[in-house]
């Protein structure tokens, strides 16, 4: 029993010196993206590159091997809490896949993605592509090398996705890509056809900057963030990051001009905050003390940005509040106008701003562009002109500038290849959720329209949040809704919902 206790605190000792230091580099994140004057990027990364050098370094030890391999024994694994257990197999899954990655080159690509990152910022601005290609090209070959380091089966691009939604296989998402095109087509057919023009004037009027700041803490409180355990603040590019799990932080962007979209991306980064900070006490301090994927993540912040905040339930509780901040813009606009507005479906250059029905094909344009460039297909040279071809093919616009094209997404220059697919598989994630979740709450509706969101985010920490990364997606999937994905309860949301807001005739 003693060796056993021993190596227990030897395993926590190690892995406590890599949440502290993982905890440095989160805070450093932050502030290079919403505070850092921009002559404090070069050091700021360096210390990013160093620390994240540290933190391979004891996560790949032999004294984490060693520890790790008695864990694993049964006569010692049989002892362990299963908060404990699921973060000892998820240290050794990262242990056996880093292992493999040289220091030097590990701590050269962080070095590399935190200047990419400011890069990428000053790119945008100045609508510069150029200036960004050197550095993606840069992590497009670390994703190749890495790919070849760690094996792959079928297509290479099924290592990145294992990343960020283990069980997900190239195989499976062009089956569920090409039912969605198919029926999201369909769907646009249908409403172009049907020719009714929905007004949204309402919103292209200035909206106060401060006004629209306090709109979105209200919103994030009623909804249930703990602003006790967070914050949010302003960035270029809208995210949510835990430092731990009572310091989970919010960003959003805001402009005088776009009231929908810093109040959706507000809603949409709460809903990110809230599935951090309401993981189980009982695995904090371990490595599944985090959402279990970029899937289920996205599922939660689209639920609460989409099927709650652009409901019709939403606005008929929330228009007060909104119209008493903007009574110069909204006092004569009836609940049923601003519903009608905020789910106007017009294609959009920008992913971010983009509707409902039209986001799944943005999606694709760069799940298709990612696959590409990983086989070797393309090289990063032919991005924007295969970007705006495909825009132009799928949804009809074509960008003018690479701002509003191939620069507008922040995660290829943070190295975040095979993340985007999770966004569409958040979508039928979620609305998969919600078909079981109004089975489990039959007043499901009126606790919207009410504004009594604890019942909801209480199905949602019981079912989803409470068990971190102790369950794989696919298996809360099962777990929660008795089926694996199915893409056909979010078309079928689509269309309910569509066919109300455009009054379309039924068939």
Known sequence: MAD???TVENYQNITKKIRHLSEAISLMHWDLQTNAPKGAIQG??????????????????????????????????????????????????????????????????????????AVWQEAKGKNDFNTFQPYLEEIITYKRDLIELWGYEGHPYNTLLEEYEPGI?????????????ENIIKLLQKINAYLNVLDDSMFQKPYNIEKQKEISLLILDKMGYDFNKGRMDESAHPFTIQINLNDVRVTTNFDEHSFN??????????????????????????????????????????????????????????????????PENLENVSTEQIYRAINKIQPSLIRI?????????????????????????????????????????YL??????????????????AGLLGYFPSYSLGNIYAAQFVNKMKKDL????????????????????????????TLKPTEIIEKVTGEAINPKYFIEYLEEKYSSVYNLPME
């Not at 943005?362 to 086989?375: F, G, M, Q």
């Not at 094209?405 to 290829?412: A, E, I, K, N, S």
Request: include cysteine; charge should be negative; glycine fraction near 6%.
């Open 396 to 413: 009809g616009i074509r960008p003018e500038q690479d701002s509003e094209g191939v620069l507008q997404d922040v995660h290829w220059s």
């Open 442 to 469: 039959p007043n499901y509706h009126d606790l919207i329209r009410q504004g009594e969101f604890k019942s909801i985010l209480n199905w949602l920490k019981e079912n989803i949040h409470c068990h971190g990364k």
């Open 44 to 117: 700021r990364s360096e210390a990013i590159g160093g620390l994240s050098g540290e933190v391979l370094k004891l996560s790949v030890s032999e004294e984490m091997e060693k520890t790790l391999n008695e864990l694993l024994k049964e006569e010692y694994f049989n002892q362990l809490s299963s908060a404990m257990k699921a973060s000892v197999l998820e240290d050794k899954k990262e242990f056996d896949r880093y292992k493999k990655v040289p220091q030097d080159k590990f701590e050269a690509y962080n070095i590399l993605t935190s200047k990419a990152q």
């Open 353 to 393: 701003f983009a509707d409902e029905i039209t986001y799944s094909l943005h999606i694709i344009v760069r799940y298709e562009l990612e696959k590409e460039l990983i086989s070797g297909k393309i090289e990063v040279k032919d991005l924007p002109n295969l970007w705006n071809d495909k825009m132009e093919e």
């Open 261 to 326: 979209n810093a109040f959706f991306a507000s809603i949409h980064e709460g809903g990110h905050g809230l599935y951090e900070q309401n993981v189980s006490e009982e695995l904090k301090n371990t490595s599944v003390c985090t959402g279990t994927s970029m899937g289920i993540h996205e599922s939660q912040s689209r639920f609460w940005e989409n099927m709650v905040g652009r409901s019709l339930e939403f606005w008929l509780y929330f228009e007060d509040e909104i119209k008493k901040a903007f």
């Open 4 to 6: 056993f206790q021993a």
């Open 169 to 181: 296989t190239v195989e499976k998402l062009d089956n569920i890509f090409n039912y969605l095109k």
